[in-house]
């Protein structure tokens, strides 16, 4: 585009009109916030408009009714503060006359005031003044005491006092509906006269217990006219509820649960009551139904082992779990039953599970002696069987839930608690080692069929999961004797296979069967040559016949090829790590493994990752039988592998323009570079005899660098620049190590405190400098 202005000019007068619309456009969005503040703020008066370039006018931070509910409540704080002071503090300097007029008056003024303010509509000022005159008839009360009877007996005058209080003050409420806080204060006060009663009475936890729960039950009366009543309601009938547990609990015969359980199946009879009339009050029958289950099974527990009283308690709860199959009950008694239930279900599986981890995890200790024909010292919990009850009835509970509700969480528990009863019971209930290890190999055969052909996703879940738990536990615990590692892998083995090829089945459990497959192979495979009395190097040689089975199969695997490859890598990769101990074998392992990558890349889906992965594996095998042999010039065997090889790449880049670098010339660079600088790093750097090769080697790989950097290649770039830092940093250490060794302590840190300040002042810009070499990199050839 041709313009009349010289460009510097003209990219100028852009600049500016660019600065300009800037500043237009923060303006504008400036006013249009504003105007979105003032159309959405809440319409409390009038509105008040700010002049164009002005805020708005200042806001009112309280509103007139709030403020005006302040400065009664404060005022009515004082007025209590003031007439605790006169009664605690003045009374004394009074006659007996003088005391009763003068409360009398205060407190006849207080109650009678409200009826005036309330016809003027002054309603808050009279909750004030009520309020302040329901404090003065307790301290009317608390002075009748003082005066009239100090000898009564402080709770029972306290328990009376309540009762009048509560009375009066309901009274009054109900004459002056208008006030709002004389019937809740009247539901307070009379929370108060049946326990204070039966503490005045000396009666036992029971007895208050009964007291707190005969109030609640007057609270659950009065809470059908008046909703203040139902929160103390239900916390004095928890209160009693949990007096009632602990009596139950700590009995030590039948009879001496029975007295706590009449006062329990009173306390589930209320909460059902009140489910029954709100149907909001689950919460209540959920109480309700606790209470049952811990009154009956409480009976039952002091004749019972620990382990036989959770299972008798888990049978009083299944009839709960059954109510919500009956629709005539109201919904909240129905659920709050069901949740009940299924409480106490919980509870005992969880107690089912705290006896059976031991038993899983003692399994352990084979490793500490593994093929020692040794039987683990077991440490049961109770009788065996109460445990295997508790976790099946559990289960067949959840089941039977899952089922009738169509929900899967259920059954995920089902699944778990099965599990756990029956993997667990041969070793519970003491049975040889053979029938444990047997039966215990069927379990988890059974868990594995149900995780290939579940329907329900979440029992599908559970039962893999717990397949993989039980074949982990019983492999290990297979190794304390050489029969039992081959029959429990092998028939484990033999049933992972079977499930990886099980069509039918989601395709993550069948992956999940076929890596176990390949592990149980491997895991055979080292038995056998243990057995066989090899050296540990010499293992690797049959581990290298699983990825070797893997590859041959190929496409034949279907969907779960991938995972098992990648298993099949791993156990490749463990053949690697046992030859490690000698060279010749090693090298021998990665020449193996080489030609299983190399018929692997024969397929044209895998000859690019195999392709590579067998050269790579190829040039360990050649240089580690050449360490092996005392060869100490690499580049005798490098070079001339080097020279056609870029020679090779020039070719292709000459052929192909398109052609990648790295394609071209990485592997010539990398067999000459890479050995190389493995050989200098090996040497001590400067100073010693070997300082020829670092010298040469840097030259060659600035060489490299260079001619990347002028033909803009990113292969020779980046090995040559990578292999010239490593020399420099090599030859260059001692010294860095002695400039640090002379330097003060403070200065180091105070140098990394410096670094870190300047990266974070101008992190920003170091982002956007990392972001340009990135591209530049990537647009290189």
């Known amino acids: 585009m041709n313009t009349p202005l010289p460009p510097a000019e003209e990219l100028a007068l852009i600049d500016r009109e660019l600065a300009q619309l800037d500043a237009r456009r923060l303006h504008l969005l400036g006013r249009r916030d504003w105007l ?6 809440p319409a409390t008066g009038p509105a008040v408009w700010a002049a164009p370039g002005r805020g708005p006018a200042p806001a009112t931070e309280a509103s007139a009714p709030g403020a005006q509910n302040v400065l009664l409540a404060l005022g009515a704080v004082l007025l209590a503060v003031a007439a605790l ?12 006359a003088g005391r009763s007029a003068v409360l009398a008056a205060v407190t006849a003024a207080a109650l009678a005031a409200p009826v005036p303010l309330l016809r003027r509509g002054l309603g808050s000022t009279a909750e004030s003044v009520a309020a302040v005159g329901l404090l003065l008839t307790v301290l009317d009360a608390y002075a009748l005491y003082a005066v009239g009877m100090p000898g ?3 709770a029972s005058y306290t328990a009376g006092a309540a009762a009048v209080l509560a009375a009066v003050w309901a009274g009054y409420g109900l004459a002056l509906p208008k006030l709002r806080i004389a019937l809740p204060a009247a539901v307070l006060a009379a929370q108060f006269p049946l326990p204070l009663a039966a503490l005045a009475a000396q009666g036992g936890p029971l007895e208050i217990g009964w007291a707190l729960l005969a109030t609640a039950a007057l609270d659950a009366a009065l809470a059908l006219r008046a909703r203040a009543a139902a929160l103390p309601g239900a916390l004095l009938a928890t209160a009693a509820l949990l007096i009632a547990a602990a009596d139950s609990w700590s009995a030590a015969t039948a009879a001496d649960a029975l007295a706590p359980a009449g006062l329990l199946l ?8 009140a489910a029954w009339r709100e149907p909001r009050a689950l919460a209540a029958a959920l109480a309700g139904g606790l209470a049952v289950v811990v009154a009956l099974g409480g009976v039952a527990r002091p004749s019972l082992d620990p382990a036989w009283a959770v299972v008798a308690h888990l049978l009083v709860a299944l009839p709960l779990l059954a109510a919500v199959r009956v629709h005539g009950l109201p919904a909240a008694v129905r659920r709050g039953l069901a949740w009940a239930g299924a409480a106490v279900a919980g509870l005992a ?3 089912g599970w705290s006896a059976v981890a031991p038993t899983l995890l003692t399994r352990i200790r084979v490793l500490d002696e593994v093929w020692a024909v040794t039987s683990p010292a077991r440490d049961p919990y109770g009788p065996g069987a109460a445990v295997t009850a508790t976790l099946l009835i559990t289960a067949g509970a959840a089941w039977w839930l899952s089922r009738t509700l169509s929900r899967p969480e259920p059954a995920v528990a089902a699944v778990a608690a099965a599990w756990a009863g029956l993997f667990t019971a041969p070793e519970l209930l003491g049975l040889p080692v053979a029938a444990v290890f047997a039966a215990q190999t069927a379990v988890t055969g059974a868990a594995g069929v149900l995780a290939l052909r579940s329907r329900t996703r979440g029992a599908g879940i559970a039962a893999a999961a717990c397949a993989l738990a039980g074949g ?3 492999s290990v615990g297979a190794l304390d004797g050489r029969a039992a590692t081959f029959a429990v892998w092998g028939l484990l083995g033999a049933g992972c296979v079977a499930g990886a090829a099980y069509t039918p089945a989601p395709r993550p459990v069948r992956s999940g069967a076929a890596v176990c ?4 192979a491997t895991g055979v495979l080292v038995a056998a040559a243990a057995v066989a009395d090899l050296a540990v190097a010499w293992w690797s040689l049959p581990v290298l016949a699983v990825p070797a089975v893997v590859a041959a199969l190929g496409p034949r695997l279907g969907s779960v090829r991938v995972p098992s490859e990648i298993a099949a890598a791993v156990a490749g990769a463990a053949a690697v790590a046992l030859s490690a101990g000698r060279a010749g074998t090693l090298a021998l392992v990665l020449a193996l493994a080489g030609v299983i990558c190399a018929g692997a890349a024969v397929r044209a889906d895998r000859r690019a990752a195999a392709g590579w992965a067998a050269g790579a594996l190829f040039v360990a095998a050649t240089w580690v039988r050449l360490a092996d042999s005392g060869v100490t010039v690499p580049e005798a065997y490098t070079l001339p592998v080097t020279a056609p090889a870029l020679v090779v790449g020039l070719l292709r880049r000459h052929r192909d323009p398109r052609a990648s670098s790295w394609t071209a010339y990485g592997p010539g660079l990398a ?3 890479l050995p190389s600088l493995l050989a200098a790093l090996g040497a001590s750097p400067a100073g010693d005899a070997h300082w020829l090769r670092p010298l040469l080697l840097g030259l060659a790989a600035l060489a490299v660098t260079l001619v990347g950097a002028h033909h803009r290649l990113q292969a020779p770039l980046l090995l040559g620049g990578a292999v010239l830092a490593a020399v420099a940093l090599h030859e260059l250490a001692p010294y860095v190590v002695q400039v640090a060794g002379a330097l003060p302590r403070w200065v180091p840190p105070a140098l990394a405190g410096l670094l870190l300040l300047a990266v974070g002042a101008t992190y920003e810009k170091r982002l956007r400098d990392a972001r340009r070499l990135r591209d530049a990199i990537s647009r290189l050839g």
Do not use: E
């Open 349 to 351: 599986a969880l107690a």
């Open 36 to 41: 979105l503040r003032l159309l959405h703020q």
């Open 472 to 474: 982990v536990n019983v």
């Open 517 to 520: 497959a390949v592990a149980y």
């Open 266 to 273: 009173a306390g589930a009879a209320l909460g059902t009551a």
């Open 85 to 96: 002071a006169f009664t605690l503090l003045s009374w004394g300097s009074l006659g007996i």
């Open 671 to 673: 067999a000459t570079l």
């Open 152 to 154: 009564t007996d402080g």
